[in-house]
């Protein structure tokens, strides 16, 4: 390997960071992070009409969220301009390139293409790749509104960045023969070039928003972390070379090589990725976890500051375990929040209606009166105590109550779901029920 690696992430600010560019991205921060080199963010907001800066910003944000942070710049190609300027004029001054007159649009620099020659590079991840600079055509470098074209602030930057590697997606493989002309003319080395296969969805085409959420920012607000998407993406083509999928940054980093990663295209697979969000959730700690589901409850309505932090701390850390995104946590603890239970219309049937339910949940409101401690203890102790007297499993106790609080047949430990709530709301929510 070379000196050091120097590799570059180039989005162009004409949207949000999509899952394709999320992972060239996280390529070349790997390799960076793997042989100790540097990781250059440059923006290519040549094109005046589709940048914007509302993307630069949601770019940014989302590469930081993804801990994919930068060494070096951002670069902006818009402020470069008299750069570019003054290499098109170097190629004008040597005969490389001419003025091309547009009567409407003013004039362009082109390039023009040598004949007859073959142009080859070993890309890292493919083969050999091939092209004839007579099947190319010229090449636009600066357009007669006074911005660089792609190919020339990308070939111009990547030499004076001087960037070892070019890591970046399959649909640049045609631009490639183009820019390694220009180094060339240029008189610079062309750095090495490995190009990673496209993404597709679960039916073999090419990703894209048919196939369901495509942005990064979509994934965040459903609730995914950013650790589980960061070892999802890695593996988007890339594997470590035997079957572990759950790695955390540094291993992954450590396994990391461009040489690992795979010639065929990734497929998206979301399962995959809720799978490992789950992993994740259940080793997020307990405050992390509070604070990333806050905004949900907040935004689904619920009381959060009629209770101390940290009951609801507990309370999500309880439903943890049943949630496989973030977003879920509503659902899952709203009866929690609610003052009017809505029960499961089946649930209630079932383990409500029945004259020994409606006993049973009689005994535990008294029960529940002459405790002196309410806590998980106590309240074991005085459940177990009613179904022995009653001749009844636990569950035929356990299952009114739980209804009786929850609205529905599943919920964390009933002891803990109890305490929770508090001795006065569960008297209120059975009473309620009765
Ligand atoms: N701005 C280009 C893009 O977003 C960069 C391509 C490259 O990495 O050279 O596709």
Redesign the pocket.
Known sequence: MIDKVRV?????PTGYLHIG?AR?ALYNYLVAKHYQGVFILRV?DTDQVRSTEESTKSIFESLQWLGITWDEGPYYQSERRHIYNEYAKKLLDEKKAVYQEDPAKGKAVVFKMPTGKQIVFNDLIHEAIKFESDLLGDIVLVKSDGFPT?NFA?VID?ALMNITH?I??D??IS?TPKQIVLYEALGRPSPQFAHIPLIMGEDGSRLSKRHGHTSVSEYRELGYLPEALFNFLSLLGWSPGDDTEIMDRDEIIKRFTIERVKDKPAQFNIKKLTWLNSHYLKHVSRERLYKLAIPYLSQAGCNISGFPEEKIIKLVDFYRERIRILSEITEATKFFFEDKIIYQMEARQKFIEPQESKEVLQEVYDGISTLQEFNEGSLETLLRRIAESKNLKFQDVAQPIRVALTGTTVSPGIFEVMELLGRQKVQERIKQML
């Open positions: 570059r992430f180039a989005p162009s560019g060239t290519e792609y990308c990547d070019i970046r997606g649909d640049h631009n």
